[in-house]
Structures are given as C-alpha cells and as structure tokens.
C-alpha cells in the first residue's frame, strides 16, 4: 500500500465539526478572496500602490518588486479557490490532511485581507505586523504539509502547490514591507545608503529561499511552489531595477543573482530528495 493511500485509509467517519469546518472555510474564503480583491482595486477599490502616499509602490524602494509581480496573486487565489472546493467535497469530509491544514488556510486569507486593510487606512508600522503574522501561518501550514505526503496529485496541486507558491511570495512581500516601512519613516538608508541596504535585503531573499528548499525538500511540490514564487518576486525586484523611474543596477544584478539561487536551491532541494 502506498503512503497516500495508507493515508486515506485511515480516516475516520465525518463529524459535525468536519462538515462545519468545510462550509465555513469554502464561505470565509470566497468573502476573503472578495475583500482582498477589492482592497487591492479591482471592482472599484483603490490599489495598494495608490495608498499610503504611495509607500509600497513598485518604485518607493529598491527592493521593491516591479508591478508585473503582483500578478502572480492570479494564481495563488486560484489555487485557494480551487483548495476551498477540493475540501468541500463529500469524499473528503474526514480527510486528516485537510482537517490539520483547513482552518490555517482560512487564516491566511484572512490576514491577507486584513494587511489590505491596514495598508489603506495608512497604517503602515501595523502592516509589518500583519504580514508577519500571515508568514508565520504560513510557516505553520508548510510544517503541517511536511509532516504527512499528499493523498493524492489533484492534493498535492491545489494544496501543496498553492501554499507553497503563497509561502513564497509572502517571504518577499515580507522584507520589501520592512524595507518600504523604514523608507517611509526616512531610515530606509540606515547609515549605508538605499543601494547597500537594498543589497542586504535581496541577500536576506536569497538565504532565506535556501533555507526554505533544504527545509521543504522532502514535499516536491511545496518546496517547488516556495521556489518559484521568490525565484519570480526577485526576478521582478531586478526588473524593476535595471529600467524605470528608480535605476539601480547594484541592487538588479544582486537581485537578478538572488532570483538563480532561489530557483536552483529548491531544484537541488527536491532532486537530492529523489536520489
């Protein structure tokens, strides 16, 4: 017998709160994914580059991400959207994967929306905290996924792939929130100057994907979402910097650097697994 199918066989019958669990989970994210839509411009909203005096534009530091970036959100409220109606279904009711990951990716959604939130009313100390708080979910999720293999590969897909690519994503908007916030408040140079820090940063990227590969390594497709996603955020950071209103080639060819070594860390991670 398989793992996964191990896995499966051992579920136990469904309970009220699994059935509860599904609903709310399928509801709150389809209102979560709304809010967080709306709050980033679409249907009328106002974007987030637009707010905060335009503190976490594509050109108010050079860490941060040109604005083709962003639309990897596209894929990553597919792939929540396509979660929350993967656990809805009845086979899946009892599921112990799901029950150990679903409330957390309802949180995630949550704290992305509530970052929204906190960005347009200009709080920008508060959204440090937030993203934060939505890394460190998402640092639980990925322990969560590690601990058991998926049942099957539209779970490995949808669920894996998803909060690895969210994950991902996540560690970059995390430092090019702090470097944005400091800048704001007129100490992004730190006494070194924005190119230097902007370096420092994009190293800290790059560190941090190594760290996630050798961490994740043993669930491919976690460990692949983690890589991809920064691999692409970096890749944007040294777009960003080579052409536009804010040149810094330092900081692209750091970032351009920092994108291949995100990329090939979770390759190697996940091909050193296999062997």
Do not use: C, K
């Not at 994210?29 to 335009?54: H, I, K, R």
Request: cysteine-free.
């Amino acid at each position: 017998m398989t793992t996964a199918a191990a896995s499966s066989s051992l579920t136990v019958p469904p309970t009220s709160a699994d059935r509860v669990r599904q609903v709310v989970v399928l509801v709150g994210s389809l209102v979560a994914a709304g809010a967080a839509a709306y709050g980033a411009g679409a249907f009328g909203g106002t974007s987030v580059e637009q707010t905060a005096g335009g503190a976490l534009s594509a050109t108010a530091t050079p860490v941060a991400p040109d604005n083709p970036a962003f639309r990897i959100w596209s894929v990553i409220y597919l792939g929540l959207f396509a979660f929350a109606v993967y656990q809805v279904l009845p086979r899946h009711t009892a599921t112990p994967r799901l029950r150990l990951t679903a409330w957390w990716v309802l949180a995630s959604m949550v704290l992305n929306a509530a970052w929204i939130g906190v960005v347009q009313a200009g709080w920008l100390v508060a959204s440090v905290v937030v993203i934060a708080a939505l890394l460190a979910v998402l640092a639980v999720l990925v322990v969560r996924l590690l601990r058991s293999a998926p049942d099957s590969t539209a779970q490995a897909v949808v669920l894996d792939g998803t909060i690895g690519l969210y994950t991902g994503w996540v560690s970059v908007a995390t430092l090019a929130n702090v470097a944005a916030v400091l800048a704001d408040a007129g100490v992004g140079g730190l006494g070194l100057g924005a190119t230097a820090w902007g370096v420092v940063v994009v190293v800290l990227a790059a560190a941090l994907s190594v760290a996630w590969a050798a961490f994740a390594g043993r669930r491919r497709a976690v460990a692949l979402g983690i890589a991809l996603a920064m691999s692409w955020g970096l890749a944007w950071v040294a777009v960003g910097r080579f052409a536009g209103p804010l040149v810094d080639t330092t900081v692209a060819w750091t970032a351009a650097v920092a994108s291949a070594v995100a990329l090939g860390a979770g390759l190697v991670a996940v091909l050193r697994r296999r062997a």
